[in-house]
């Protein structure tokens, strides 16, 4: 079955570093997500991405954060200039665009800001 | 925006009994989708069932039942014959059809132990 991957699976970054987290959606899927979820706390959604632009964001998904679609198949979020704040576990998830919406999820980077 | 609440923190179940695991959602729109997940200690996001709004007939997948009262904007998730596999959080989500975004709305989640 296919499945949606993420590198890397943990990561460590110093405050005040740029951060790239990787994503390969299921390759026929056409949304892309990313949610974060910090340690203890429920899932949230940070941004949408559909035809190579960004459909939908949240409120968290302030100018420090970016995402895009270099190639056919990896879809990255970028964090410009990582705060204490920004770790979380940080899940990467897509759908293939039926009305279902049924979003599967990858396993999900951990992020460690020190 | 929409809110999905989970009233359980934490839930136990002795293995082999049934659980049911609470939800609660407000929301104006009319069609939506409801969602449980599982996330074991691997903090992977694990689908387990799904639930059109307009479909009045309870989802069902093998041990997994859901009470989906749509008045009162109730999703319940109900495991039979738990096994000690079945110790995660569980999350309830809404996804609204409209738009474009597609996103979800989750609860603070559940913590399900499973006693042997």
């Known amino acids: 079955e296919p499945e949606v991957t993420q590198t890397p699976s943990h990561q460590v970054t110093q405050m005040g570093q740029e951060v790239i987290l990787r994503c390969v959606p299921i390759?026929?899927?056409?949304?892309f997500y990313w949610y974060r979820q910090i340690l203890g706390q429920k899932v949230e959604f940070l941004v949408s991405?559909?035809?190579?632009?960004?459909?939908?964001k949240s409120e968290i998904f302030d100018d420090q954060f970016s995402v895009e679609r270099p190639d056919g198949s990896n879809f990255t979020l970028k964090i410009r200039s990582t705060k204490l704040e920004d770790s979380a576990m940080y899940f990467c998830?897509?759908?293939?665009?039926?009305?279902?919406?049924?979003?599967?999820f990858g396993p999900g980077t951990r992020l460690t800001v020190t | 925006a929409q809110t999905v609440t989970q009233s359980q923190p934490e839930m136990s179940v002795q293995e082999a009994e049934t659980v049911t695991l609470s939800c609660t959602y407000d929301t104006s729109e009319s069609d939506y989708y409801l969602f449980w997940y599982k996330q074991p200690p691997s903090r992977q996001m694990i689908l387990v069932i799904r639930q059109e709004a307009y479909k009045q007939q309870n989802a069902t997948e093998n041990r997994f039942s859901v009470n989906f009262q749509k008045a009162a904007k109730s999703f319940s998730l109900k495991i039979s014959d738990s096994q000690l596999g079945d110790a995660a959080m569980y999350f309830c989500?809404?996804?609204?059809?409209?738009?474009?975004?597609?996103?979800?709305?989750f609860g603070t989640g559940t913590s399900l132990t499973v006693i042997p």
């Open positions: 390759s026929n899927h056409l949304y």
């Open positions: 989500a809404y996804r609204s059809p409209l738009g474009t975004g597609n996103q979800f709305y």
């Open positions: 998830a897509s759908n293939r665009g039926d009305l279902l919406g049924w979003q599967y």
């Open positions: 991405f559909y035809n190579n632009e960004i459909s939908e």
